[in-house]
């Protein structure tokens, strides 16, 4: 298993490289989180990448996250987000959310994120009654508990085309798992299973591995 992971964490690093993923304000980023004392549990440099590329895929221009911590993945959305696009962000911790607003000033997107703070179902629960217009793309990253809360605000907050994407529902194999010890298990089971008795959404999971270990994400699309 060790070499295994060791050959996941060389391959990651060799496409972060020749590839040129990162950059000099996700650095900072990374850097600020780790001087704050902030856990680091960001997206890897080729995830974030990837939910750029998947929020630019489908045009969006709205983008609603879930759990910014140090805004490593915010900077990514925010790349990502078209002409006249904003990302809303939403974090618990006033700690992290101040660290996140530092990260993102210093890469240049700080006028296109909205932070949020406070628990997310009540920001959420807000967002609604605000009738704000719907997003184009979810990321659902904070306490993996809530999941299946998050994903039916999310719904709340959708059109059909919304592209929702959960972090994390793989947790190194453990959620075929029920009696699993990983605390994070039966959220992200109970957040599968609503995805797929939900009649508006289709969805699939992408198992990933890599510096973060391995997990993976589950991407569902509104269709109705
Ligand atoms: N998306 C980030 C990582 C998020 S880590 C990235 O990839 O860079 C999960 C975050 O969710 C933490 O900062 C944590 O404080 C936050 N969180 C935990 N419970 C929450 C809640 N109930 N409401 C909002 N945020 C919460
Ligand atoms: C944890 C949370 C995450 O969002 C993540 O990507 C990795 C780990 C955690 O709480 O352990
Ligand atoms: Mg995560």
């Known amino acids: 298993m060790k070499e295994r992971s060791e050959k996941w964490t060389a391959v990651d690093a060799y496409f972060t490289d020749l590839f040129k993923v990162s950059d000099d ?4 980023a990374l850097a600020a ?8 549990i960001d997206v890897s440099p080729n995830q974030g990448k990837f939910l750029s590329m998947l929020a630019r895929m489908s045009g969006a221009r709205r983008i609603l996250e879930i759990g910014t911590l140090g805004g490593y993945s915010t900077i990514w959305l925010a790349r990502a987000v078209q002409e006249g696009g904003r990302v809303v962000t939403l974090e618990l911790n006033p700690k992290h959310a ?19 703070v406070g628990p997310a179902i009540a920001s959420l ?3 609604a009654s605000e009738n704000v217009e719907p997003f184009d793309f979810i990321f659902i990253d904070a306490d993996k508990l809530n999941y299946p809360h998050y994903l039916a605000q999310s719904l709340a907050l959708s059109r059909p085309g919304t592209v929702i994407v959960g972090d994390n529902v793989v947790r190194a194999g453990e959620i075929v798992n029920p009696a699993s010890d990983d605390p994070n298990v039966p959220g ?3 957040f599968s299973e609503m995805i ?9 999971a992408i198992q990933t591995v890599g510096v973060k270990g391995y997990d993976g994400f589950a991407i569902a699309i509104v269709t109705s």
Do not use: F, W
């Open 188 to 190: 992200v089971r109970v």
């Open 98 to 116: 101040e660290v996140a607003r530092a990260n993102l000033a210093h890469a240049g997107v700080a006028e296109l994120v909205e932070i949020r």
């Open 125 to 127: 629960d807000a967002l």
């Open 33 to 40: 989180n780790q001087a704050a004392g902030l856990p680091a």
């Open 196 to 204: 797929a008795r939900a009649p508006r959404l289709t969805a699939t």
């Open 25 to 28: 304000a996700l650095e900072a």
